[in-house]
């Protein structure tokens, strides 16, 4: 089964800094999908960024951005210029990438991310 | 706004009753999860639906079931509640289909209390 880990219960960073979250990921799959969802005190989950694993290139979205390392299935998420408005818990999720009809994710255990005015 | 909608937002109700919980789709999504978080816990697949038929199950009681119905809603019911499911029960949607790289479309979650 796929897992997902994430060994960073909690990080904290200072406002205007960078912070780079961990996440590793177990499969035999060669296709799939790796994201990256926020959830704010209010408890949305809000999708942040999102990398195909057949791109080499590493996936951006303003200020978040990832590190993608197929061979060592690694999948970190950096934040740049951190604001008040990132601290929440950061989860880390996989998908199959050719299941016809089945796109569960299966999601890491999180990481709280404080951020230090 | 994700165009996901779950309702109830909060419930609160007692030991080994019945309760059911619903969520309406994003327009033209097919398919529907069900994920729970309890607290400060990741989120735990439950089931999927794809165009009203049962496509995934995960780790769903047997207390538990759901369905989707041909307006595409989906309806979570839990009976025979117990303190242990206390939970924040997410619903999210996708268009199916296995389209590459298609994200979930959370709603905002039915926070559910057992007393």
């Known amino acids: 089964a796929q897992t997902v880990t994430q060994s960073q219960p909690e990080m904290s960073v200072q406002e205007a800094e960078t912070v780079t979250l961990s996440c590793t990921y177990d499969?035999?799959?060669?296709?799939?999908?790796l994201f990256w969802y926020k959830q704010p005190p209010s408890r949305q989950m809000i999708l942040v960024i999102r990398?195909?694993?057949?791109?080499?290139q590493n996936a951006t979205e303003n200020r978040f951005s990832v590190n993608f390392q197929k061979a060592a299935k690694s999948f970190s998420l950096k934040i740049s210029d951190s604001q008040l408005g990132d601290a929440a818990m950061y989860f880390c999720a996989y998908r199959f990438g050719s299941n016809f009809g089945n796109e569960k994710l299966t999601f890491g255990t999180g990481t709280r991310l404080t951020i230090i005015p | 706004d994700s165009g996901v909608t779950q309702t109830p937002k909060h419930l609160i109700t007692a030991t080994g009753q019945r309760v059911t919980l619903r969520c309406s789709p994003r327009?033209?999504?097919?398919?529907v999860y069900w994920y729970q978080q309890s607290l400060d816990q990741g989120l735990q697949f439950l089931i999927q639906?794809?165009?009203?038929?049962?496509?995934a199950k995960g780790n769903i009681l047997e207390r538990f079931s759901a369905q989707q119905f041909p307006d595409l809603h989906s309806e979570l019911n839990l009976s025979s509640l117990e303190l242990g499911d206390s939970a924040l029960y997410f619903c999210?949607?996708?268009?199916?289909?296995?389209?590459?790289?298609?994200?979930?479309?959370f709603g905002n979650g039915t926070r559910l209390t057992v007393t």
């Open positions: 990398q195909e694993a057949y791109k080499q």
């Open positions: 999210a949607s996708s268009l199916g289909g296995g389209g590459r790289s298609r994200p979930l479309h």
């Open positions: 639906y794809y165009n009203g038929e049962e496509r």
């Open positions: 499969t035999s799959e060669s296709d799939y999908y």
């Open positions: 327009s033209g999504d097919l398919s």
